[in-house]
């Protein structure tokens, strides 16, 4: 089945504790990317990635680090985790980058951090 | 810069009521419109796309069209079920560039009664 998975669902940390969130895909997608969902504000590009070792920050990239050294895989980095990160990620996928490409999303995963 | 509004929700409809969400956007270019629905404890999924002026996108008996002169991509459906409840989103892509980003409106819950 297509699909583009993400772990842990769920996830109450502590400030300061890094932690990463994994995002892996089984589509072949060159193009991925992380959202963050937020009440009221629906929702923000973080980062980014063209392809293999191609990453780029999106709209909201303070206080997160990406990396893309496989295709499928595209976890998202947060090294000192503060309170103001509490939120509902979603890490996408398509073909390529381009308006004809559906963008596929992952189930998301609620960060909490106290 | 490209933005997307869209009707405040929630918005609360009997079963086989007619269903508007209004969607209006600001862009240079020629973005792409979408439609994506996200269901209780899900992530997004695209619902339909538009790629240019005057297209209709539809799929699972909703439909917007794209307006230019009115910048808008209102999502209708004619007879809403109880499986529609769910959150929806207006977004758009503009493609002039290559970053892919996906700009989404607040959302617009929908709960459908039986």
């Known amino acids: 089945e297509a699909q583009v998975t993400q772990n842990p669902r769920y996830l109450i940390t502590v400030t300061g504790k890094k932690l990463t969130v994994t995002c892996s895909q089984n589509?072949?997608?060159?193009?991925m990317s992380w959202y963050r969902q937020d009440p009221g504000l629906g929702l923000r590009q973080i980062y980014y990635?063209?392809?293999?070792?191609?990453?780029d920050k999106g709209d909201v990239p303070e206080g997160y680090k990406v990396s893309r050294k496989e295709k499928r895989n595209f976890p998202l980095i947060l090294e000192s985790p503060s309170p103001n990160q509490t939120s509902l990620y979603f890490c996408?996928?398509?073909?390529?980058?381009?308006?004809?490409?559906?963008?596929?999303f992952g189930p998301g995963t609620r960060l909490t951090v106290t | 810069g490209n933005s997307v509004t869209q009707m405040e929700g929630p918005v609360t409809l009997s079963e086989e009521a007619f269903l508007t969400i209004n969607c209006t956007y600001t862009?240079?270019?020629?973005?792409?419109l979408f439609w994506y629905v996200q269901y209780p404890g899900e992530g997004l999924q695209l619902l339909l796309k538009?790629?240019?002026?005057?297209d209709k996108g539809s799929n699972k008996g909703f439909e917007a069209t794209y307006r230019k002169e009115t910048t808008s991509f209102h999502l209708e459906k004619g007879s809403v079920q109880v499986s529609d409840s769910a959150v929806y989103f207006c977004a758009l892509s503009d493609y002039g560039g290559s970053q892919g980003n996906l700009i989404f409106g607040k959302g617009t819950k929908l709960s459908v009664k039986p």
């Open positions: 589509m072949n997608h060159e193009y």
């Open positions: 996408a996928s398509s073909l390529v980058a381009g308006s004809n490409y559906e963008q596929y």
């Open positions: 862009a240079t270019g020629y973005p792409s």
């Open positions: 990635s063209m392809n293999v070792e191609v990453t």
């Open positions: 538009a790629t240019k002026a005057d």
